[in-house]
């Protein structure tokens, strides 16, 4: 039986114990000497022969779920049937139900929540389509889809096992914002099937939430459906990666003194979301930025096959510097990371103008650690809950949805994306403002509210509101 576990947590082994062989002690000794410490027993079968019992254990060197196996297997009369973690047994029949909003008790109520009553409604959309808005589902849901071909940090995982972190955005909408949510992973690659078959599913939905597909696909696919359907359609990677790095910056650069038009700033990695945080970078004002990429600094003077790329090398780089990354980040205000982890040198810092704003992105590795250029940088942030400063999605998509849902927008334009960014970076008042709290948790309760109130009237400011919301 090989573990799924990691260490450093809390794990649940399950024995059966052949009574007649061996005694719980020799179990609680063979998981001692592993070093493992047992917080927790919980019985859960016995009779003559057999006890069955679950052994909550906490375990903190590593190799220790490896060691505690083996021990075990060691000992006779001991039985490991299975081992969990907290996390695995969260997961259980999955993260999230449906619940219906009410009871159906007697015959009549099942007569209007469905046949015969029901068809009034159905023909009442039927007549006037925009109906579906406000008597379905569609008002309040959103759909998280996903083809499993970029999860987090592990690649190309396929839609089966992208669910469990679609499931859990679903969650995250639901609870920071009463937005209904459905993950759906589809099981294809291709960009013809996905984007037909979300259209295909559009009409249930209010709102669709693009994930972790992998670029240069995902770029045509969000484009396309933009395009082609009527509802808001978000690629998060993208978007709600550019919008919180935006807040962030802003606040960075009140905290270093910088105004974001003449700040210089290096963009490496340029693929998805280093290619929206340079769109909305430029929204927002700025007018000095080198993009870095593997082939080195991108310039329009070069040709490439990549059309991002392309894009990219004739919208930046303004001087037409060349070179890698030593050469972009000489003399350079701001260093913005969605690369890879341990690109960033100290020495490339050094040669970076004073207190330099530093947002090491990558996951879940950052290009440099905080603590290796603390000294020398005016303000650092990471993608990472463990350190100061998180770059978090999480801040961004619940209040963008529920302003968009609640405006009813056909789209999901820059002036909102704008909107939701100066949002979260004005939840921390000037009084909190320090290097080390530039972008609030994604627990506080103001930047949901915030969002979607500043989301709301650029939707209607835009004219991209098919609603009149009045507070």
């Not at 998981?31 to 254990?57: F, M, P």
């Not at 903190?60 to 006779?76: C, D, H, I, M, N």
């Not at 839609?159 to 955005?169: D, R, S």
């Not at 020398?376 to 529920?402: E, K, M």
């Amino acid at each position: 039986m090989k573990s799924q576990m990691t260490d450093g947590k809390t794990i649940i082994l399950r024995l059966e114990i052949d009574t007649n062989v061996a005694h719980f002690s020799k179990a609680a000794t063979a998981i001692e000497q592993a070093k493992g410490d047992i917080v927790a027993i919980d019985v859960i079968h016995t009779d003559k022969n057999k006890s069955t019992r679950d052994l909550t254990v906490k375990i903190s060197e590593q190799g220790a779920t490896e060691r505690l196996t083996e021990a075990l297997r060691t000992v006779p009369g001991i039985r490991l049937l299975h081992i969990s973690d907290r996390t695995f047994l969260l997961h259980l029949g999955g993260k999230i139900s449906i619940q219906p909003k009410t009871k159906i008790k007697n015959r009549d109520d099942l007569s209007r929540v469905y046949t015969p009553d029901v068809a009034r409604v159905c023909q009442a959309i039927a007549d006037e389509p925009s109906k579906a808005h406000t008597l379905t589902i569609k008002r309040n849901m959103v759909a998280v889809v996903s083809d499993g071909s970029a999860v987090l940090g592990l690649g190309n995982i396929g839609p089966y096992a992208a669910m469990p972190v679609m499931e859990g955005k679903a969650m995250l909408f639901k609870q920071f914002a009463e937005v209904d949510a459905f993950p759906i992973c589809l099981d294809t690659q291709d960009t013809e099937e996905i984007i037909t078959a979300v259209k295909q599913m559009a009409p249930a939905f209010g709102g669709i939430n693009l994930e972790d597909i992998s670029a240069p696909r995902c770029f045509e696919i969000e484009q396309r459906l933009r395009a082609e359907l009527d509802i808001p359609v978000f690629h998060d990677d993208q978007h709600g990666t550019a919008v919180v790095l935006y807040a962030g910056l802003l606040n960075a650069l009140k905290v270093t003194g910088r105004e974001l038009s003449e700040a210089r700033i290096v963009v490496c990695g340029i693929g998805a979301a280093g290619t929206a945080c340079t769109k909305m970078l430029i929204a927002g004002g700025a007018q000095h930025i080198i993009g870095v990429d593997r082939t080195g600094i991108l310039n329009a003077d070069e040709s490439y096959d990549n059309t991002m790329w392309q894009w990219y090398a004739e919208n930046t780089n303004a001087e037409r510097r060349k070179g890698g990354l030593v050469e972009a980040l000489q003399g350079a205000d701001v260093f913005i990371g969605v690369s890879a982890g341990k690109l960033l040198k100290r020495a490339h810092v050094e040669s970076m103008a004073k207190q330099p704003i530093v947002f090491a992105m990558a996951n879940p590795e950052p290009e440099i650690r905080p603590e290796e250029i603390e000294d020398i940088v005016g303000v650092f942030a990471t993608g990472r809950s463990d350190y100061p400063n998180q770059i978090n999605n999480v801040l961004c998509f619940p209040g963008i949805f529920r302003g968009a849902l609640d405006s009813r927008a056909s789209v999901i334009n820059e002036e909102m994306k704008l909107a939701a960014a100066e949002a979260i970076a004005s939840v921390i008042t000037e009084e909190e403002l320090n290097r080390m709290y530039i972008i609030p948790s994604v627990f506080n309760a103001k930047v949901v509210e915030e969002v979607r109130r500043r989301v709301i009237a650029a939707a209607q400011q835009s004219g991209v509101s098919r609603r009149n919301v009045r507070e």
